[in-house]
């Protein structure tokens, strides 16, 4: 199974709204990461996640807060976002180092925030 | 760090070979080569990777150059569904797990 699944597949909220995205892996893979992806332009490293401790923050905004609750879950917490962060969220996992090994993405969350 | 550029976009016709190429101008002698792929409405997906040989695998050939700084992604009958950005991404080399995607390669195929 190399299946990275993400859920919601689209979100809607209000910028006063508190939500959170899930992604979920079952390789055994010690890395996670997030990205955001504006239309028509490649995905953006967020953060990375090595062994469940974050290794990366890419200078993200606090109103984004992810989570690693075990080895397999990957969560993004959203508070107070505001309408340009609507966008694509892509969750990925890899074995190794993303710059030695495969990375396995998720289809992604659309988010649009009003 | 390693840094690669692509063309912006490129045509083929149905059922032909298309050869994608990337230049890596920096990189050194131990950065993988990666080709990621990205369909309309979807993540990105894993295409093929090397160091230092020529890779083939179901979806693709991979050329790499003697001295490293190209390589082309060979696509040896364009379907429709080969349609999609494609990507060679660098990796930061303080840090592995930092990749970043470039612009990428916009194919469109023709029926």
């Known amino acids: 199974d190399t299946e990275v699944t993400q859920t919601p597949k689209h979100l809607v909220m209000g910028m006063t709204n508190k939500k959170s995205l899930k992604c979920e892996q079952h390789?055994?893979?010690?890395?996670m990461y997030w990205y955001k992806q504006k239309a028509k332009k490649p995905p953006e490293l967020m953060f990375v996640?090595?062994?469940?401790?974050?290794?990366i923050n890419e200078s993200v905004p606090s109103r984004f807060s992810p989570e690693c609750p075990n080895s397999s879950l990957l969560n993004l917490h959203l508070h107070a976002l505001q309408p340009e962060d609507s966008a694509l969220y892509l969750c990925?996992?890899?074995?190794?180092?993303?710059?030695?090994?495969?990375?396995?993405f998720g289809p992604g969350t659309r988010l649009l925030v009003l | 760090d390693a840094k690669t550029t692509q063309p912006n976009s490129m045509e083929s016709n149905e059922e032909e070979p298309v050869h994608l190429p990337c230049n890596h101008s920096?990189?050194?002698?131990?950065?993988?080569i990666h080709w990621y792929r990205q369909l309309p409405s979807q993540g990105p997906e894993y295409v093929i990777h090397?160091?230092?040989s020529n890779v083939n695998n179901r979806m693709a050939s991979l050329a790499i150059a003697e001295d490293r700084k190209s390589s082309t992604l060979i696509l040896h009958r364009a379907t429709l569904r080969d349609a999609a950005v494609y990507y060679c991404?660098?990796?930061?080399?303080?840090?592995?797990?930092?990749?970043?995607f470039g612009p990428g390669t916009s194919l469109s195929v023709i029926p």
């Open positions: 920096t990189i050194s002698g131990t950065d993988y």
């Open positions: 390789m055994g893979h010690r890395a």
């Open positions: 996640y090595s062994y469940e401790k974050l290794s």
């Open positions: 991404p660098e990796y930061m080399k303080t840090s592995y797990d930092k990749v970043i």
């Open positions: 990925a996992s890899s074995q190794g180092l993303a710059g030695e090994e495969t990375q396995y």
């Open positions: 090397g160091l230092t």
